[in-house]
């Protein structure tokens, strides 16, 4: 209901605190999910999420990065950060039956989002977490605990939607 009541008032940093609050108490529950769900990630997951307690953002946030692009690959069997085919992979797995509860929680995979986008597209914009722009280092800024959060988040996301369509 907070989240509900910050949106209506368009109050972007309660939101934000909000989620960061939330995300830093789940990073444990988080990952524990993660390792059962893919075992053969669990020492990756396990040293990424390590680096992430440790404040060592700019080791763990590409290793999370590439933990979420290979679950996508499981997923979707297209790779997330490759939007021309991940997208509509996602729209072919949309089932029109889902309700529209589910589709509207599963919209961000056929969203590109500025994690997504290719990064000149992202000139003159601040505060944003792009993987194009980390991996191939033109982001030289994106070590925070914020984005390493956002990190966290996406994989979390990218888990409940293992469980929503399969």
């Known amino acids: 209901r907070a989240l509900e009541t910050f949106a209506k008032t368009n109050d972007i940093i309660s939101i934000e605190k909000y989620l960061s609050t939330f995300y830093k108490a789940s990073a444990t529950r988080i990952e524990i999910s993660l390792a059962k769900a893919y075992p053969h990630r669990t020492a990756i997951l396990s040293e990424a999420f390590n680096a992430y307690r440790n404040q060592q953002y700019i080791l763990s946030i590409p290793v999370l990065l590439a933990q979420a692009d290979g679950i996508s690959e499981e997923i979707l069997k297209k790779h997330f950060f ?85």
């Open 82 to 166: 490759i939007s021309k085919y991940s997208i509509p992979a996602a729209k072919d797995k949309l089932n029109p039956d889902f309700g529209s509860y589910t589709l509207i929680l599963l919209g961000p995979l056929k969203e590109l989002g500025t994690i997504r986008v290719h990064t000149n597209k992202l000139k003159g914009r601040a505060d944003y977490l792009n993987r194009h722009g980390i991996i191939h280092g033109s982001d030289t800024q994106y070590g925070t605990e914020k984005n390493a959060l956002r990190c966290i988040s996406l994989l979390s996301y990218l888990n409940m939607v293992r469980t929503t369509i399969k």
